[in-house]
T-cell receptor
């Protein structure tokens, strides 16, 4: 297994356009998280899935954002009507079970979104 | 709500120097987990260590060591004999034992090791 994979790595879009990112977690990892990281800051939690169920969404996730994880495998994050404030690195992470004293989250390389 | 503070925004050292990255956390929970991740320029967060709130033993792994002190709510990271390859942004993070179990990150410390 090659780890968490994210596609695309970079995306430049015009304001108002829709964009979709994909995350392929490590096989058999039932938890999948999306984070957003802006320049000079640490990642911030957006949402997470337990298998195919989306269990929680952060207040950072406006109505323009939607995430899915069909069949509990890969996940997509869509941003509609992008704004310049959406420019950030979007990171995906997966874990086998809950993060705990013997389980950590593995991160992908992220998708860097630039809205012009 | 939990919080992680990394007061050092950027540190620059010369190769072979020792360097300590500070991390202070806040939580009212008694059970929690602390982590350090390294983010090289490629962007991927690389896991370095995890520690649970009941284990205050310090840990050493090669040139890396971690000092966890509940009394001061700190989880500091020391790199001994730093190398250029250590240059990266380092993040301290906290996860609770309930709810979403997502990571709360500090703002990171950028470490530059000069040859």
């Amino acid at each position: 297994d090659t780890g968490v994979s994210q596609d695309p790595r970079h995306k430049i879009t015009k304001r108002g356009q829709n964009v979709t990112f994909r995350c392929d977690p490590i096989s058999e990892h039932n938890r999948l998280y999306w984070y957003r990281q802006t320049l000079g800051q640490g990642p911030e939690f957006l949402t997470y899935f337990q298998n195919e169920a989306q269990l929680e969404k952060s207040r950072l996730l406006s109505d323009r954002f939607s995430a899915e994880r069909p069949k509990g495998s890969f996940s997509t994050l869509e941003i509609q009507r992008t704004e310049q404030g959406d420019s950030a690195m979007y990171l995906c992470a997966s874990s086998l079970g809950v993060v705990s004293s013997n389980t950590e989250a593995f991160f992908g390389q992220g998708t860097r979104l630039t809205v012009v | 709500a939990q919080k992680v503070t990394q007061a050092q925004t950027e540190i620059s050292v010369v190769e072979k120097e020792d360097v300590t990255l500070d991390c202070v956390y806040e939580t009212r929970d008694t059970t929690y987990y602390l982590f350090w991740y390294k983010q090289p320029p490629s962007g991927e967060l690389v896991f370095l260590i995890r520690r649970n709130s009941f284990d205050e033993q310090n840990e050493i792994s090669g040139r890396y060591s971690w000092n966890f002190q509940k009394s001061t709510s700190s989880f500091n990271f020391t790199i001994t004999a730093s190398q250029v390859v250590d240059s990266a942004v380092y993040f301290c993070a906290l996860s609770l034992d309930t709810g979403r179990r997502a990571l709360t990150f500090g703002s990171g410390t950028r470490l530059q090791v000069q040859p």
